[in-house]
Structure formats: C-alpha cells, structure tokens
C-alpha cells in the first residue's frame, strides 16, 4: 500500500448520536477498507474550525462548525487501494437526496448539513486530516 491509500473518515455526531456507529463500520469493512487507526473524540468549536478552515466564510460555516462540536464523532483512517475515490462512492453525494441508494449518507444522513460521515476529497487532504487526528503511534 501506498500513502495514497488512505483516506480519513468521521462519523459525524448525529449519526453517533442515532448509534449507527456500528453499521457504518459494518459497511466500510464489508467493502474492503480496513481501519488503521480509530478513536471516539470530541472536538472542541476550537478544533472544528481548525478542521474545517478551508471553509471559514462560506455562508454554512457556522452551522457546519456547532453541529460538528454538538457531540461526540469517530475519526477513523482506513486503508484501501484508491481509498479516497472508493471511500467517496461509497458514502455517496454530499445530499442524501441525491446520494445513490445503498450508501452510507443515503442510509443514515438526516440533511444535506448533517450528511452522517465526513469522507477525505483528496490524496494530499487524506495525509492532512489523518495527521490532524492521528499521531504515528496510533497509526496501525
């Protein structure tokens, strides 16, 4: 495997909230991904908008960042070939309502704001999310 072949992931608080921890997990080892590294973690408002930067002044900012900080989430690094690309098919359009049937936001997303799970756009946003979460140690 190369470093290309990760991608991270967070089970985002509604979903923890709904228990669909389990389930989600179930479908992403069902499809072939395995998880190097995992953890239930609560970030800080702090930490949210240090996540989520790159979306700092876009108009849903700040209802991305209090959802994101309302509860507990679980970031996880799975390892797949060409994880990021599997990885987004299989947790489907950002809108549940567009999302094809069977994945992940199309089973457990509630809205377009609260989509269930966070999936990495991009080889080089995977190794920086990851890095965000995860130091090596804790890598597997």
Known sequence: MHKNDITLTMIKPGAVKKNHIGPILGIINENGFRIKAMKLTHLSVDLARKFYAIHEGKPFFDDLISFMSSGPIVAAILEKENAVTDF????????????EEGTIRKLFAESLSHNAVH??????????????????TEIF
């Open 88 to 99: 987004r098919a299989l947790i489907g359009a950002t809108d549940p309502d567009k999302a």
């Open 119 to 136: 999936g990495s756009d991009s080889n080089d946003n995977a190794q920086i999310e990851a890095s965000f979460f995860f130091n090596q």
